[in-house]
């Protein structure tokens, strides 16, 4: 499985976990609720289902709206499927969730975990958080030692773009130093139910994103983009 499926399967069971949907609702809270899934089709939505089916994480059931009953004999449509977190899969995110490896806080994939951070024990928030830190003080560190060395070859306008985004990975680790803060206070993040997603956005212009490694990462509301 690449990295990309694997987070938009989590991404998927942690929506599903909230409530059953269908896959355009499932769509439009990848879309908009998880920013990091902006730019992906139903044909990549799909596969992962099927795939999530096969695996006995979800289950398919008929739509049993008005309009989801009314879908069949309009035109040839077909009735929505709708999808449900069995056991197992409940199961399988909650294992999913736990884990602090450097697979929860790369560029890839720390925005649609922290995406789930209000489904997550606050010993793992904080060891990804400082996982995330301490990734991003590592890059820090080789951008100033870099620029240092090739300051004196470089003309204004590169130079000018890689104090830009030095700028952004610094800005980026004083939000986590001020969420890591919070979190040893035993503070939650305004806003943050307590069993669903963490809405907080940290974007660098768009709404919906969590920063990458160029982003501004003040939030507003989590992202990066999955195919």
């Known amino acids: ?3 990309r499926s694997g987070i938009l399967e989590f991404a998927v069971l942690g929506l599903l976990r909230e409530a059953p949907m269908h ?3 499932l769509r439009k809270r990848l879309n908009t609720s998880l920013g990091v899934f902006r730019a992906f089709s139903y044909g990549t939505l799909y596969p992962c289902l099927k795939t999530l089916v096969a695996n006995g994480w979800l289950i398919e059931e008929p739509g049993n709206t008005t309009e989801d009953a009314l879908a069949a004999p309009l035109a040839g449509r077909r009735a929505k499927i709708v999808y449900r977190l069995t056991a197992e ?4 995110f909650e294992q999913l969730l736990a884990q602090t490896g450097p697979d929860a806080y790369e560029d890839e994939t720390f925005a649609a975990r922290f995406a789930f951070f209000g489904q997550t024990s606050r010993d793992v928030r904080m060891r990804v958080l400082e996982g995330r830190r301490s990734r991003l003080e590592e ?3 080789k951008m100033r030692a870099s620029l240092a060395r090739t300051r004196e070859r470089l ?3 590169t130079l000018e773009l890689q104090r830009h985004g030095m700028e ?3 800005r980026e680790v004083r939000w986590l130093n001020e969420l890591i803060e919070s979190e040893r206070a035993g503070r939650d993040l305004k806003g943050s139910a307590a069993g669903g997603p963490a809405q907080q956005d940290t974007t660098s212009g768009a709404t919906g994103d969590l920063p990458r490694s160029g982003d501004d990462p003040r939030p507003d509301s989590p992202g990066d983009t999955a195919t």
């Open 168 to 170: 952004s990975v610094e």
């Open 1 to 3: 499985m690449s990295r």
């Open 23 to 25: 896959g355009y609702e």
């Open 89 to 92: 899969g409940k199961e399988h």
């Open 155 to 157: 003309d204004d306008y």
């Open 139 to 141: 890059r820090l560190e």
